[in-house]
C-alpha cells in the first residue's frame, strides 16, 4: 500500500535534548512538507522540499532542521532551541510543487515535552 | 495578504441532513487551489476535494460538494446526508505563491463539526 507513514506516533523531549521525528512516504512523491499543529489552530508550516538534497524554510523554520537526502524521506530534527516544542507533527507530500496538487498526509507524531 | 477564514468554530447538524461549512480566502495571485480537509480525533488530515481557480464548474466528490464563489472568494463545502462519521474537523485549505516563489499552503483554524443521531 502506497502512503505516509511517520513515527514515532508519541515522542517525549526532555529539556535541552535535540529529537528527530520520522517521516517515509513511499509514493514517488517529489515535494515533501512539515507542519505544526497547535490545539485549536490550524497548520503552520515548518519546512517543505521540493526535491532530494533541496528543502525551503516555511513560516515557522526557527529551531528546526532537516534534511532530505533521499527522495522518500524527510526527517525533522526539534532541536532545543525550540522553545515550546509541545505540538502536533504533521509530514505531507505532493506530487510536485505546482497550485494543483493535493497534498497527502502522514498520521502525525506528538510531542510532549516532560 | 493572503489569508484563509473559516468564521464558524463548531457546527451542528442532524444525521441525513445537509451542512454547509463556510470558507473565505484572500489571495492576488491568479492561479490558486483550494482544497478541503478532514481531521478526526486520531489526528490524521484525509483529503476530501479540490476547486482550481480556473475550473468554472463547482467540484464534487461523492457526498462533497465545493461552492465555489470567485468574485465573492469564497469555497464553502456542502456535505449532503450527513452521517455520525462525519463528525470531525475540517479545515479548508488554499494554494497559491503568495505573489512569487513556490506555491505553498495556508489553512484556516478550521471548524468542528458535530453529527447529532
Known amino acids: 500500500d502506497g502512503g505516509i507513514t511517520q513515527s514515532p506516533k508519541y515522542l517525549f523531549r526532555k529539556e535541552g535534548q535535540n529529537v528527530t521525528l520520522s517521516c517515509e512516504q513511499n509514493?514517488?512523491?517529489?515535494?515533501m512538507y512539515w507542519y505544526r499543529q497547535d490545539p485549536g489552530q490550524g497548520l503552520r508550516l515548518i519546512y517543505y522540499?521540493?526535491?532530494?538534497?533541496?528543502?525551503q524554510k516555511g513560516d515557522i523554520a526557527e529551531g528546526y532542521s532537516v534534511s532530505r537526502e533521499k527522495k522518500e524521506s524527510f526527517p525533522l530534527t526539534v532541536t532545543s532551541a525550540q522553545k515550546n516544542p509541545t505540538a502536533f507533527y504533521l509530514c505531507?507530500?505532493?506530487?510536485?510543487?505546482?497550485?494543483?496538487?493535493?497534498?497527502?498526509f502522514g498520521p502525525g507524531t506528538r510531542l510532549l515535552v516532560l | 495578504a493572503q489569508k484563509i477564514t473559516q468564521t464558524q468554530p463548531g457546527m451542528f447538524v442532524q444525521e441525513k441532513e445537509a451542512v454547509t461549512l463556510d470558507c473565505t480566502y484572500d489571495?492576488?495571485?491568479?492561479?490558486?487551489?483550494l482544497f478541503w480537509y478532514k481531521q478526526p480525533s486520531s489526528g490524521e488530515m484525509i483529503f476530501l476535494i479540490y476547486?482550481?481557480?480556473?475550473?468554472?464548474q463547482n467540484a464534487t466528490e461523492g457526498r462533497y460538494s465545493l461552492n465555489f464563489q470567485k468574485a465573492r472568494k469564497s469555497a464553502n463545502l456542502v456535505i449532503s446526508a450527513s452521517q455520525l462519521g462525519d463528525s470531525a474537523m475540517y479545515f479548508c485549505?488554499?494554494?497559491?505563491?503568495?505573489?512569487?516563489?513556490?506555491?505553498?499552503?495556508?489553512f484556516g483554524t478550521g471548524t468542528r463539526l458535530k453529527v447529532l443521531a
Open positions: 505531507a507530500s505532493s506530487i510536485d510543487s505546482t497550485f494543483q496538487e493535493t497534498q497527502y
Open positions: 509514493l514517488n512523491h517529489d515535494a
Open positions: 522540499s521540493q526535491i532530494v538534497n533541496d528543502f
Open positions: 489571495t492576488s495571485d491568479q492561479s490558486y487551489g
Open positions: 476547486q482550481g481557480s480556473y475550473d468554472e
Open positions: 485549505a488554499m494554494r497559491d505563491r503568495r505573489g512569487s516563489g513556490t506555491y505553498k499552503y495556508i
